[in-house]
């Protein structure tokens, strides 16, 4: 079997990861590139290095997760560093407990690295702050999901899927790309975290939605809209789903997911169009409503737990590169 060594990478820029459009390509490229070794280190079977012995990695998710909770804490143990993830149902945040002392207190238990989901937009700035004035500030965030604005370890986590069905290593690029993203797009902090991403790259990024859910043209005018899902994803190499938001929808916007799925949900045969795209998810999926459980399940065209499983790859490669002192070593 190849002994799989780990890349020589450039220490990262930045020290918190807010988002994608605040990281610098140059730790893009690092990230994605340390992801795609994690993601062939584990399908080969080999001995994962514990990089992370003796460092503290705190979870706290004042939002519900399946996917970025347990593989930001699966990530943390197969490094070896020592995770702890905060009950937040159970905790005295429920007693009025503001985030910033939260985030205090679980930072002064030695914590080297806090992974941090928040339904407010700007909550990670706000509790590196509250570290940096606490004399806290070698605590690491991690941004897992805030806001309707970032999701950025998602759209690092869709990229490498995309390399890896392409063949392609990040430093490829996505040149020459078509990527549809299709549904709700207007409340999603996945679209937004992946159109600062993937255009950077170098693919051609589409929208594709009801009008009531795509976002203002003016956000994003360099990416074109589509009502028509017959249009948005003619020869689109990916095309992506998302679920209808309906926890941020406005007041008054009231939205049938029988016709939603009519109208927008991906089926094998809304497909045509796009023969060859393959099909992703960032979940939770919602079948019969944004996607056909047939369609889902396909695995000729559905990277849905590909995308689960790079999640894995993906935070390693967080953790790693933001904690991990001795970079360049193997
Ligand atoms: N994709 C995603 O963020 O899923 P979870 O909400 O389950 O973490």
Known sequence: MTKLTRPSLSPLKADHFFSISETSDQDLITLLTLADYYAALMQSGSDIPRVLTGRTQVNVFFENSTRTNSSFELAGKKLGADVL????????VHKGEALLDTVQTLAALNTDAMIIRHKEAGSCKAASAALGAA??????????????????SQALLDALTMFQSLGRTPDQGLHGIKIAICGDIRHSRVASSNAQLLPRLGAELRFVGPEALLPPEESYPEIDRYISLEDGIQDADFVMALRIQFERLPDGLALSKEDFFQAHGLTHERLAPAPKAFVMHPGPMNRGVEISGALADDPQRSLVLKQVQNGVAVRMALLDAFLHVGHNSP
């Open 135 to 152: 004399g806290l500030s070698t605590c690491k965030i991690l941004n897992a999901g805030e806001g309707t604005a970032d999701h950025p």
């Open 85 to 92: 993830v905060v009950p937040v149902a159970a905790s005295s």
